[in-house]
């Protein structure tokens, strides 16, 4: 059986909605003369006859109406927070308001002439509530109304529903709370908050948390590391916050008249993980901040991206980076190339011994393209010949002579990469030498100038002890193609020769 009183609750509240229930009206049409909106640069708009319209602004807590202005017609609308703003052409006489919700109001008329760039207010009543001004003795005091921010005073138009409100004013210290029904038979309402000084309610607050964390209280930053400020007593909530950490929210009780001291939860970082295996073992890994770490195991990093080098001596260092996120392990295998002495593309010169039947010293340069070597070298004739006893063709002594051979030579070979830093290069190559003739007594010179042509058959032997130099050793096999005969004779009487066995010793630089 149903309860009498609740019946009685129950039929109280149909037959109260049934009488208030109101028919949507227009409580106040007035001219803003101070508003400059509809003839402003930017607010302003033109009808179809290229003249300035009038402005009227809607105030209304509800959206979705239609508008229709008769053979006047509308030239635009635009719907703003709490307003609707409708442009419409001067001498327009009546208005109609359609809602879907809330029914229509048919040819309301204007009750003043409407003059072109003129800006006019609408108080329009939905029929569920009144319009209020709110005020409060303190300037810019914050208005709550059922806990809710709507501004500050004074509030002009805010459009309360039918019902049970609570509106607070707040300033600093100073609050002021009323109660208010609203009800059918009141087409406006005018309210003050008195308000008084409460700072008997509050107590001294210091929030402190670590790692310089921002402190957020009321959805604002208010403090990093720490904030100090007066609260009223009650319970709180704070969130601290901090770049790629997890948000941590503190709540405390403030007692009014105290010194309420606060240790807030600091933000956790978001984490993630990194395993890294390396191929050679026993790499040396380095962060940003130069410290060697072990990254063999599973290890926990901060959110975002870490750069870490990979070394060991007689490797190619690698530097790596890796984006990590929160609560996900990231597994990596680093595979480090060992040193190459050898490059596919070199530049090289240097220098070194002859060492042949007439000795010298070589200049050598020398161009590597992916293993095809080519060398130019100039040998300078250091070692001299036995003396030769020069005749003429009667057998007339004309002089002594002793004798220099000078090699301007061109190679080409392949070269092989056996080790790191030890490489053969088989070579074959053209040589021409010319011999330069030393006065030793008397005074007419003989064969000087003379040349042979020979092709050389060797191998270069490369050794790399340090990046950017080698050592080399080149044995050759000199076989002749052609000799002046004055060359012929005198290599023939000082017992030397352009071919047969050679070889070179020396020093190169690269790049």
């Not at 509800?62 to 006047?72: L, V, W, Y």
């Not at 609560?327 to 530049?347: C, H």
Request: charged share 20%.
């Amino acid at each position: 059986m149903i309860n009498k009183n609740y019946f009685l609750l129950f039929l109280f509240v149909i037959i109260n909605g049934i009488c208030s229930a109101q028919q949507m009206k227009v409580v106040e049409f007035r001219e803003l003369p101070n508003d400059l909106t509809a003839n402003r640069y930017g607010t302003s708009k033109t009808d179809d006859n290229g003249e300035t319209a009038a402005l009227i602004k809607i105030v209304t807590p509800e959206t979705d109406f239609i508008f229709d202005g008769g053979s006047m017609g509308i030239v635009d609308r635009i719907q703003k927070p709490g307003e609707i703003w409708l442009y419409i052409p001067r001498g327009s006489q009546k208005l109609t308001i359609n809602h879907s919700a809330f029914g229509v109001l048919r040819n309301y008329t204007y009750p003043v002439p409407i003059q072109s760039a003129k800006t006019y207010e609408m108080l329009l009543d939905i029929g569920t509530g009144v319009y209020a001004t709110i005020t409060a003795p303190i300037a810019k005091s914050e208005v709550y109304i059922d806990n809710e921010f709507v501004g500050f005073v004074p509030i002009y138009n805010k459009y309360l529903n039918y019902g049970k409100h609570t509106i607070q004013a707040v300033n600093g210290k100073f609050e002021g709370t009323m109660e208010l029904y609203v009800t059918s038979d009141r087409k406006r309402l005018n309210i003050d908050i008195d308000m008084k000084d409460m700072s008997h309610l509050y107590g001294d607050v210091r929030v402190m948390v670590e790692n310089n964390a921002d402190i957020f209280f009321g959805g604002k930053k208010v403090g990093s590391g720490f904030w100090d400020t007066q609260l009223k007593a009650g319970n709180y909530t704070i969130v601290t916050k901090k770049a790629d950490h997890a948000d941590a929210k503190t709540s405390f009780t403030v007692k009014a008249g105290e010194k309420n001291e606060i240790t807030a939860i600091a933000p956790s970082p978001y984490t993630g993980y990194l395993r890294v295996y390396t191929r050679p073992q026993k790499v040396s890994i380095i962060d940003p901040r130069g410290r060697e770490v072990d990254l063999s195991e599973q290890t926990p990093l901060l959110k975002g991206s870490h750069q870490f080098m990979f070394r060991k001596k007689g490797y190619v260092t690698q530097t790596h980076e890796y984006t990590i996120e929160p609560n996900q392990i990231v597994a990596d295998t680093v595979e480090l190339e060992r040193i190459s002495y050898f490059k596919d593309v070199t530049f090289s010169f240097g220098g070194g011994l002859n060492i042949r039947s007439l000795m010298g010293a070589t200049g050598i340069i020398g161009l590597n393209l992916y293993h095809h070597d080519l060398q130019l070298s100039y040998t300078f004739g250091i070692g001299e010949s036995q003396q030769v006893n020069i005749y003429d063709a009667n057998w007339d002594y004309q002089s002594t002579q002793k004798y220099i051979m000078n090699s301007l030579s061109v190679k080409y070979g392949y070269q092989l990469n056996l080790m790191r830093q030890f490489a053969l290069t088989p070579q074959v190559g053209f040589t021409q030498n010319t011999i330069n003739s030393q006065m030793v007594t008397g005074s007419k010179s003989f064969a000087d100038g003379a040349s042979s042509k020979c092709i050389t058959l060797g191998v270069k032997l490369l050794l790399v002890p340090v990046k950017h130099f080698y050592l080399f050793a080149a044995p050759e096999f000199g076989i002749a193609l052609s000799k002046d005969e004055s060359f012929n004779l005198v290599s023939s009487e000082s017992n030397f020769s352009p071919d047969g066995f050679a070889a070179n010793l020396g020093f190169m630089f690269y790049f």
